[in-house]
């Protein structure tokens, strides 16, 4: 990433959606169930290493960040927020757990009901000087912001309810941490 990204996320006002740690193989189970992990994917051993690393680079190139955290109700998610930020440093926002179900089968009405949701969302400035991280999932080719590698972030620069958002960058975790000053 390029010294004048780095500068303005020192700044503030972008939101960074990150994509979870790496799962384990294997499926969610039909009977998902937020409140029992065993029904989930949930990190591997590398994606709690990589979730680790993630805060770790954050805090190394000072960028600040909103508290709290939001994060989606899967077990993967935010043991992802607690790894990366602490286990105070976040909050559950159920929307987030809507963005896995584009990867499904859903009726058309639910996918337009969940991408306005997520373009209103995209939207809202964070406060001044922060930046507001949101830990959830990938999305499907072509939709909402696309595929995104495990911990992988999309940058977005928003500009205000009503006036959309820009995608300014999407970095993998190899690229987010050779930033340069």
């Not at 959606?17 to 065993?38: I, K, M, S, W």
């Not at 600040?64 to 993967?76: E, H, K, L, S």
């Not at 999309?154 to 009503?162: A, C, T, Y």
Request: proline letters at 5%; charged letters at 20%.
């Amino acid at each position: 990433m390029n010294r004048s990204l780095l500068n303005s996320l020192k700044s503030g006002g972008y939101i960074l959606y990150v994509r979870h740690g790496e799962a384990t193989v294997g499926r969610d189970l039909p009977n998902l169930d937020f409140q029992n992990c065993l029904t989930q994917r949930n990190l591997s051993e590398r994606g709690r290493r990589q979730a680790i690393f993630y805060g770790e680079i954050l805090r190394y190139f000072r960028i600040p960040v909103r508290y709290p955290i939001a994060t989606g109700p899967f077990c993967r998610t935010i043991e992802t927020a607690q790894l990366a930020f602490g286990s105070g440093n976040f909050q559950v926002e159920p929307f987030w757990g809507e963005v896995y179900k584009l990867s499904r089968n859903i009726a058309s009405i639910d996918k337009v009901r969940i991408l306005s949701d997520l373009q209103s969302a995209l939207e809202i400035i964070p406060e001044e000087g922060r930046n507001q991280v949101i830990v959830a999932h990938s999305f499907p080719v072509g939709i909402g912001l696309g595929q995104i590698p495990d911990m992988g972030t999309v940058i977005i620069k928003p500009r205000g309810k009503g006036n959309g958002y820009q995608v300014v960058s999407r970095l993998s975790l190899s690229d987010l941490s050779t930033l340069r000053y």
